[in-house]
């Protein structure tokens, strides 16, 4: 069975500062690998995906996260961050979407607080 | 423009008092799902459809109830909610093949 760990509950950086969002997964096959990030009262937004390929994926907000398949880790990264990336991130893999069920298995969450 | 939609929003009821939550698609994609979204437990899929009349229970079915009559719709049904079933719910469509999956906007339920 598939699984997701983020094992940071609650993060707090400065606004500026840079920002890691641990993951790690636990799928028996190729992963496909998601950040999600929710939006105080609002649904899930998609800010990046891994199928294939290159390792280190791009994503929307300057968000970027690597593949690293020896540490079975997919953390989420940011060079500088703003007030507006306060929000909460969930990591999430997928089962092969070829074979039936697409289900996402869903890390816990992080929550990111910015202070100014 | 592309979305999923979901109705309503917000909800409160009474324990045992039948309810249904609608989730529409319009983006002619064959995969629907239902999450629930607790607390420290991340989202967790309630139940989901590969096409239409085609669904089968993810991890947390007890006490839900789900149909696909329609390729753009996929009901969230409680036939009679409990306290337990108080969460944040949220309906996602997928495309077949190496896509992501595009969630609604959530509906909070609280069954009192």
């Known amino acids: 069975a598939q699984s997701v760990t983020q094992p940071d509950i609650h993060i707090t950086v400065s606004e500026g500062a840079s920002l890691e969002l641990r993951c790690n997964y636990s799928?028996?096959?190729?992963?496909?690998l998601f950040w999600y990030v929710q939006s105080p009262g609002q649904g899930l937004q998609l800010l990046l995906k891994?199928?294939?390929?290159?390792?280190l994926v791009q994503g929307i907000k300057g968000f970027e996260a690597e593949f690293k398949r020896s540490q079975s880790s997919f953390n989420l990264r940011k060079p500088s961050v703003h007030w507006s990336d306060a929000a909460e991130y969930f990591c999430?893999?997928?089962?092969?979407?070829?074979?039936?069920?697409?289900?996402?298995?869903f890390g816990t969450g992080t929550r990111l607080t910015i202070i100014p | 423009e592309a979305q999923v939609t979901q109705n309503p929003r917000y909800l409160i009821t009474v324990t045992g008092k039948k309810l249904t939550v609608t989730c529409s698609q319009n983006?002619?994609?064959?995969?629907m799902s239902w999450y629930r979204q607790d607390p420290g437990l991340g989202l967790r899929q309630i139940y989901y459809?590969?096409?239409?009349?085609?669904?089968d229970k993810g991890d947390v079915p007890e006490g839900y109830k789900v149909s696909r009559k329609e390729k753009r719709n996929f009901p969230l049904i409680l036939e009679s909610p409990s306290p337990n079933q108080t969460s944040l719910y949220f309906c996602?469509?997928?495309?077949?093949?190496?896509?992501?999956?595009?969630f609604g906007q959530g509906t909070r339920l609280t069954v009192v």
């Open positions: 996602a469509s997928r495309s077949g093949g190496h896509t992501e999956a595009f």
């Open positions: 799928y028996g096959a190729t992963p496909y």
């Open positions: 891994y199928f294939s390929g290159d390792t």
């Open positions: 999430a893999v997928g089962a092969n979407p070829n074979f039936g069920n697409e289900k996402l298995t």
């Open positions: 983006m002619n994609h064959e995969y």
């Open positions: 459809s590969m096409n239409v009349e085609v669904t």
